[in-house]
């Protein structure tokens, strides 16, 4: 048998497939193997390429194949597609993978530490449990609708729809009364879970060197510093500061043909998470800007001046990804004085 010199591994939950190929791209080696062959499978082959999607599990395999002495690599689903021959099956995924991992231009993901991975599993549990709490009372809010009471949206209104639940003047059903304790009950206990959660994820960003720099940027909370420990690789994977705002999906489309460059939308093509929390971070700062006034002739005041505030919105968590890049590569606490400090 050839020398194998890279390995495309599709991964799944029990049944993984492997297609092995030579320095020269002929194939070496087609194969499916159990969850509990797999660690054996890579410990009898020699040292070699090993290119994976990076999907689900990916990083717990990168990082358990990485210790047997292979050179792991993740590539992004989307740019193994167009590799795909035909039909889709593992097979095929698995030879697409090593096409895909042959080609000089193509980008790779960094594989996740376990530390990263639970600060992103802590993050998305919170995630989870205030878009649970949210669903409630927007079903709580429809409910009592149809009883005709009409309460304005968002969690500060919750006393409100308390108090009427329970008051016995209101004219409610017994069981819709009954039934509106139980969503209050639940939605208490969400935000007990969502409180003890957040106070852990402070504990954390504390711990950590690179997101207490972080926080001395303005608008940046604890739970967006988090975000990027958790989400973000080594900024040193990144060139520059856009490079890591482009990898957010910060900056706009390009539409450019014959020379000619045209910009269209912000992207969106990237890290939701950190562009979600960048982008709330940065109306925070505009609405204190609103306030009280930026310092004079300052980007801020400027851009203000002659745009609407969702657009400011987006280039300012633009630039606040540029300086987060810039804060962790060089160990730099933040120094503009552009920002009002909130």
């Known amino acids: 048998m050839k020398e194998v010199s890279i390995v495309g ?15 020269d791209g002929s194939v070496v080696l087609r194969r499916k193997l159990s ?20 999907c689900a599990t990916a990083h717990y395999w990168a990082r358990e194949i990485g210790k047997l002495g292979h050179d792991v690599r993740l590539i992004p689903p989307a740019y193994v597609k167009p590799f ?39 993050f998305r549990t919170r995630d989870l449990f205030v878009r ?22 968002g969690i500060a209104n919750l006393a409100l729809l308390a108090e009427i639940i329970e008051d016995s003047e209101a004219g409610l059903e017994l069981i ?4 509106g304790r139980l969503y209050l009950d639940q939605i208490d206990a969400l935000s007990s879970r969502i409180a003890s959660l957040e106070k852990a994820l402070r504990s954390e960003a504390k711990r950590s060197k690179s997101t207490a ?3 001395s940027m303005p608008g940046m909370g ?21 490079d890591f705002a482009a990898w957010l999906g910060l900056v706009p489309k390009q539409h450019s043909s014959g020379g000619k460059q045209v910009l269209g939308r912000t992207s969106k093509m990237g890290q939701r998470d950190i562009r979600r929390l960048l982008v709330i971070s940065a109306m925070t700062v505009i609405r204190w800007a609103c306030r009280k006034a930026p310092p004079e002739n300052s980007w801020l005041a400027r851009i ?38 909130v």
Not at 9 to 23: I, N, P
Not at 231 to 240: K, N
Not at 314 to 333: F, G, P, Q, V, Y
Request: with cysteine; proline share 5%.
């Open 9 to 23: 591994l599709d991964l799944a939950k029990r049944v993984f497939q492997v297609h092995a190929a030579g320095s």
């Open 35 to 54: 969850c509990s062959q797999l660690v054996t499978f890579f410990t009898e082959l020699p040292k070699c390429t090993v290119a994976m999607e990076a």
């Open 84 to 122: 795909v021959k035909r039909q889709k099956n593992d097979a095929a995924d698995a030879e697409a993978i090593v096409e895909a991992e042959t080609r000089p231009s193509m980008r790779f993901v960094v594989p996740k530490t376990k530390s990263q991975q639970a600060c992103s599993m802590l």
């Open 132 to 153: 649970q709490r949210t669903q409630l009372i927007n079903a709580l809010r429809a409910h009592l609708a149809e009883h005709g009471v009409i309460a304005p949206q």
């Open 176 to 179: 819709v009364v009954e039934t």
């Open 213 to 215: 720099r972080l926080l």
């Open 222 to 242: 604890p739970i967006t510093a988090m975000a990027v420990e958790a989400f973000a690789p080594t900024m040193v994977t990144f060139r520059r500061g856009r």
């Open 304 to 341: 203000l001046a002659r745009k609407p505030r969702m657009l400011v919105a987006i280039a300012l968590a633009d630039k606040m990804a540029r300086s987060i890049w810039a804060m962790i590569t060089r160990n730099e606490d933040y120094k503009d004085s552009v920002l009002p400090a």
